[in-house]
């Protein structure tokens, strides 16, 4: 039980121990017999019995049945008795309140069954007895006093009513929060009220004259909930992990947001070690890595273009999101594929009680997501859509010209969970985000994310569980050319099926993880056709390439004792390249051009053109210097068999991925890293400091000007480049309180090396040169106030150093163009980034039971309006001297509204 | 068919966030001087003409002295061994006498640079393919709806010079054109106004003079590879979009167009410099790179040369835009001054006006 923690929130506070003493005290044990009696029953009969309330989830228990026999049980033994054989086990909350949870909560890290919550208003009125064990004789007057506080700010409530209604007694506090009341012997429920504050009523048994004290709290107060969670409150020491974060979309909402748009990318491009390169770019950095080194799984399955709109949004729909876990440094070996990162998002899951919905209705978009049970309450729901209305807002627009141009998303999520059995679960969901924009009539280009997964969770016994999970995902971009004559459709992507299994095994000390991944891909790499008869466009179709990779794993975390405690784990990969069709041979000691293929070689469809395997380690270890402080290191090797080819700073609509092949090498990635932590004040404030040094081996770079749009030669145009980065990360994080947030510093370096001996094969002679998102000072402050309980407050400032940029040091005149020379490239800097973001959120119900929970959001983004520059670039106008002009995306603040309901 | 997707995110930008641009002080370190060659031989008469100039610094367009490259030898010599030199007829601007050599189809050119600190530089060669000819050269109206300071919605025209060609399928081909247009305007020296002692305006007419001609150059690079449309017809390609004004349209107007057949190198030359000259800013765009020259220092390769020389097959079209050939009237130019004093104008009518 030592795993488990309540998050206490307010209100429970005010169950003192003195309360729970003064009880009327339950029978202290209990006998009876059941043969195949409902589980449900049982507990009912023990909360009778013993006067106790016990919680639990109503599905856990349909259909489960209990046969014991009792003798004298004591509360403790009585429940373990009864729910022994079930995958569930109790926590004695208090004396008159029990939780029955789920086993697997109890112990794993993962949660992935919903947390239990209890509601305040469901826990057991006690019967307080003041003026001693023996009753008063009963015409006596007797006298009740007290204080009554505004349970927040611990001051005197004032003018507040203490009444007994039945008795039609009541009275007010004094200036002091005192009152003095006559009441005769008995039982008594007296309200406590006052204004702007949450009526309490407390059951007495008057047996002399004595104190009744209350504190009353805030009416908004919307905290009254009993969270169980499922981690550890002091993972941040205690855990062995390190470089992870872990947000769930309740924080994440909190923030301010870009047009009110919440935004899971955005959030975490907040957290230490995680840049991009501006606003509204695709992707971000992380610890020094590529864009393109991040794997992003949404329930499981990887998302190839995590951004609406290429840039604006991010496609994770608020509404569905539960949480999602960062992890930038040693990444456990049960994940793999990608360099830098993995954010794993998780989707909830419906609702097994009732249906009920929530949505909201922004400026840009508009979404709706219902929930609710199936097959009575052994099943789940969820459907959820999001879609903008942005083409409304290009008709308003003050430019005539845009008015012609679209751009528009819409995503949509459909989940079903089924529990098949009590040790079973099996979850079906589909996914599907769709862009379309386009700058005139004539080229409208689009993006899609389609993906679908099935998976199933049984437990055979609290020792062993598995997971597993079959997925198919299709990421498709299209650009479609309509001009007469013309008219032809561009399309790219790239297309996967796959596989994974997971057995967690328990096994002492030990927390042990074994499974494989195998992932089936269809790479697109470009084709455009003609869209009819009379188009002058030419077919031309680059191959489709073929590869699968696989990956077995063993994961394995001792906690030798309460001091040293590591993970070692090993995931091995392998991936090969299948054939079809050419593949050319270059001669040996030259650099790849037009004029050095020597032959072309064919391979048949299933032919095997190019294997690579490899072994990636990882290791971290975590030593506690006391309970409230520790040590941790980590190490970990990742390999990267597909890249993002792409000439442009961010991920652009032509840009396409890219297997590993006979000429483009896996990217391998080392991290070590060394982190301190320590907490603070009962585990409410997080601090940490990592460092961590990395070493990229063959990230792909281009060739200066390189084209390459349908490139049938294109390893001719990339060159290998061996990255090196390291950096140190400092964070803060406040979880309890009326202040929540957290502040990082980051002070990172990440640069490339060309590593060809040829001058044509090499950018800035072979010298190493920053990377584009090589921002060295990166400071991010994200608060949440909580004003009252109806109105909270949220601020996010950012800074950062500017980006390195290839500036134009010179330049000349073409047959009267003027034109920009360039040197060496990313040798300086654009201007630092900083920004302001506010946002007020308020309740607009508060009452209990309420149907409908509504909130309004209202955000600034970018408050004083600074001019962050994007880029900077050159331009001549003719009869002035040729400039140099910044290019701000958001030139100025951006204010939004948007409202948020639940029901 | 060209990507606009590199202007499509600062539309978006612009639109939805009201994005900004302004000025930015870079500094910037010294930086030696680079050799800038710029040269092309045709299938049409000559002479042809090679510059040679320097790159400038910021900021010193206007101050600096002329950045142009004096009293070097410059020579065209041709597969055959045949070479002539080319006279510096203004400071930089070197030209072959116009009977000295004609371009041929299928020769093979290459051009030497020697310094007069010594310093030799060579190109590469280039062999001269023939054009196919223009099919068709022809204007169309197009309006382009915009929002004027009041937020009415105004439409305004341009005329877009388009061309029809047929691509020859037996071969990679890449185009580049040009453009010269030539327009007459009529202006109202007898209408100037001057001022008195005092300041206040007071008739002042001119004499001279009311008729000019304006010749303007359209050389943006403006190239195209067939790799999409190999052995079929190029329809409607835009040369240029001229706004439809009444300086430019109020009496005809000359419009000649010359389709060149270009190297691979040359096409990936200007490819990337019209990048560099159409930059927008947004990160969507490619990054910065420097158009590949074609020409090196023979004795130090690692030395940066700027500029291109090609050899190129030409063929020209030319016609007259009148000025209701589009079924509406751009309006009378005015201009109450004398015409002498717009940018380019000549009161010398033109041979074939």
Redesign the interface.
Known sequence: MKKLYLLLLASVLSFSPEQLQAQTAPPKTFSVAYQNAPLKQALTELEQKFGVKIFYREEWLTGKTVTLNLKNATLPEALQATLAGSEYVFMQYDAANVVVMPALLEKTSEGNIAAVRIRKDDIAPKVEIIGGPRIAPRNQKLTLKGVVKDGKHNEPAIGATVQVEKLGIGTVTDINGNYELKLVPGKHEVSISAVGLETQKRTIQLNGSGTLNAELLDIAFNLSEVQIEAERKNNNVAGVQMGVNRLSIKEIKKMPALLGEVDVVKTLQLLPGVTS??E??VGYNVRGGNADQNLILLDQVPVFNPMH????FSVFNPDVVQDLTFYRGAIPAQFGGRLSSILDVKQKEGSYEKVQGSGGIGIVSGRLAVEGPVLHKKGSFLLAGRSSY?DW??KK?????????Q?SFYDGTIKFSALLSEQTKVMASGYRSHDS?G??AD?I?SSSTTNGSVSINHIFSDKFILNATAFTGDYAMN?D?N????E?QYASGIKQQGFKTDLLVRQGRQKINVGGAATYYNFEQGS?VPLSEAS???A?VLPLERALESALYLNDEIELNSVFSFTVGLRYSFYQNYGNGAVLNYQSGKPKNELTVVDTAYYGKNEVVQRYRGAEPRFALKYALNEKSSVKAGYSRTRQYMHVIS????I???DIWKTSNSHIKPQIGDQVSLGYFRNLKQNTIETSAEIYYKQIKDQLDFK????L??NHQLETALIAANGEAYGLELMVNKKGGLLTGWASYAYSRSWLKTNSSF?EEQIN?GRKYPT?YDKPHNLNLVLNYQLTRRLSASANFTYSTGRP???????????????????D?NQ?RI?DYHRLDLSLTFLTNLRKNKKWEGNWNLAVYNVYAR?N????????KYGS????????????A?PSISYNFKF | MRFKYKNLFLVLALSWLSSCIKPYDLEVEEQEKLLVVNGMITDEPGPYTVNLTTTFKYGSYFSDISPSVQQATVTITDETGFSVKLAEKYPGVYQTDSSAIRGRVGGRYTLRVNLRDGKQYVSETEELRSAPPIGRLYARLKPVVMVNERNDQVTVNYVSILVDTKDPGNERNFYRWTMNNTYEVTTQPGNFMGVDRNGRPVPAPKDCCHQCWISEKNTVGNVLSDLQFNGNALIAREITNIPFKPQYFQNKHFVEVRQLAISEGAYNFWKTLDDQIAGTGSVQEPAPANAVSNIKNEANEQEQVLGYFSAAGASKKSFFIQPFDFGVYAGSFVFPDDCRLINGATTKRPSFW
């Open positions: 390169v501006g509204a770019a709109l290429f840039g604006f942005s807002i290009f627009l003050p430019k005539a010209s845009l008015r012609d141009d751009a924009f700058f005139s080229t280009y650009i050319f001009a007469p004559g013309n032809a455009l002058n466009i030419n031309d000439n442009t700073l961010t652009s609509p032509v200066e000007g390189a084209d749009f349908l001058a002679e584009s940029f290839t500036a134009s040091t010179a330049f000349y005149v073409i047959e009267g163009n003027v034109v920009p020379y360039y040197a490239r300086y201007p001019n520059a994007y880029s900077v670039f050159y331009r001549h001297q040729p400039r140099v002009f910044q290019l701000a995306v958001i030139g100025t951006i």
